[in-house]
Nanobody, 126 residues
Framework: EVQLVESGGGLVQAGGSLRLSCAASGVTLNDYVVGWFRQAPGKEREGVSCFSSRNGFRLYDDFVKGRFTVSSDRAKNTIYLQMNDLKPEDTAVYYC???????????????????WGQGTQVTVSS
């Protein structure tokens, strides 16, 4: 059974940083795409960033571009989302999602991902 477990969320002041982790079990992340999504109260889930292991392709939502960075550690089977210069508008539950396969691109379409984590809360105070 494939499981994704997010961690690293918490409460931080505006301008601060957090690093989210997405640890995968039940599958070895060799060729894969991982997406980071978030959902704020009363809003629809939206894509934040995604990463393709095949060629290192990365995509970022315009609102986080330049502030968030996605990376991976194959040895730990873990994907990270480094979030800097956090803003109150970044407050949300953050989810990682994955699909196994040799894809050269990635996107923010929910239906393209097969596995989802349970989410981790990020709260940014002003």
């Amino acid at each position: 059974e494939v499981q994704l477990v997010e961690s690293g969320g918490g409460l931080v002041q505006a301008g601060g940083s957090l690093r989210l982790s997405c640890a995968a079990s039940g599958v070895t992340l060799n060729d894969y795409v991982v997406g980071w999504f978030r959902q704020a109260p009363g809003k629809e889930r939206e894509g934040v960033s995604c990463f393709s292991s095949r060629n290192g392709f990365r995509l970022y939502d315009d609102f986080v571009k330049g502030r968030f960075t996605v990376s991976s550690d194959r040895a730990k089977n873990t994907i990270y989302l480094q979030m800097n210069d956090l803003k109150p508008e970044d407050t949300a539950v953050y989810y990682c999602a994955a699909v196994v396969g040799a894809f050269e691109l990635c996107d923010f379409a929910d239906e393209d991902y097969d596995y989802w984590g349970q989410g981790t809360q990020v709260t940014v105070s002003s």
